[in-house]
């Protein structure tokens, strides 16, 4: 079966500006979770969404954003981008919630110049 | 908060030796997961462990979940090339539907 996937691979944006990343579950999956990876934090969790209603959210501000869609893809946004956005955002597809384990898409590189 | 905490953040072994890599939290897990992420890639999950005490094996790769349900450990039996990447583990985050990841051990192995 067709794994998680993830669009883009790749972005390099300016500061100020906003993005917004698409991620595809397994089907059948119905939760969708965000993660951002840095070398300095390591995996940070962002939100997670089931059946279109976020779930569960975590530490970020306001300018992390996400939405679910019927067909359970998901969406983030990022608004307002700072230097320090700059990471590899990972989404994670569960059967129905995290405790049935995570896979991962191949996540999106964003660059913040 | 809830904390995962995971030792060693890195290790070097030759091609053949054994490693392990621990983890550790602050509360009592429902559940424990093990990821890998090989270099450039995204994690993959390995396992969950669920009961106290629970030993699980992969081939050469051996999994333990403490009779405390606080701490795990994975170890690799004559590592080899392919192993090479960073091993997570990860705990659920309170009642939450999310999990909390420890900062990973990245293992190199040298042919």
């Known amino acids: 079966k067709a794994g998680v996937t993830q669009t883009p691979r790749y972005l390099i944006k300016t500061r100020g500006q906003q993005v917004t990343l698409s991620c595809s579950p397994i089907s059948g999956h119905r939760s969708v979770s965000w993660y951002q990876q840095t070398p300095g934090q390591g995996l940070q969790f962002l939100f997670e969404y089931f059946s279109e209603t976020q779930r569960n959210k975590g530490n970020f501000p306001g300018r992390f954003s996400g939405r679910q869609f019927s067909n359970s893809r998901s969406e983030m946004n990022v608004s307002t981008l700072e230097l320090g956005d700059s990471a590899l955002y990972l989404c994670?597809?569960?059967?129905?919630?995290?405790?049935?384990?995570?896979?991962f898409g191949s996540g999106t590189r964003l660059t913040v110049v | 908060g809830q904390q995962v905490m995971q030792i060693p953040q890195y290790q070097h072994v030759q091609e053949g030796e054994d490693f392990t890599t621990y983890c550790n939290s602050s509360?009592?897990?429902?559940?424990i997961q093990w990821y890998k992420q090989r270099p450039g890639g995204h994690p993959v999950f390995l396992i969950q462990l669920v009961k106290s005490g629970e030993v699980k094996k992969q081939k050469r790769l051996t999994f333990q979940f403490g009779e405390a349900k606080k701490n795990s450990s994975l170890h690799i039996t004559a590592t080899q090339t392919t192993d090479v990447g960073t091993y997570f583990c990860?705990?659920?985050?309170?009642?939450?539907?999310?999990?909390?990841f420890g900062a990973g051990t990245r293992l190199t192995v040298k042919p």
């Open positions: 990860a705990g659920p985050r309170g009642n939450n539907n999310d999990m909390r």
């Open positions: 509360t009592t897990l429902s559940n």
């Open positions: 994670a597809s569960s059967f129905r919630d995290a405790n049935y384990g995570y896979t």
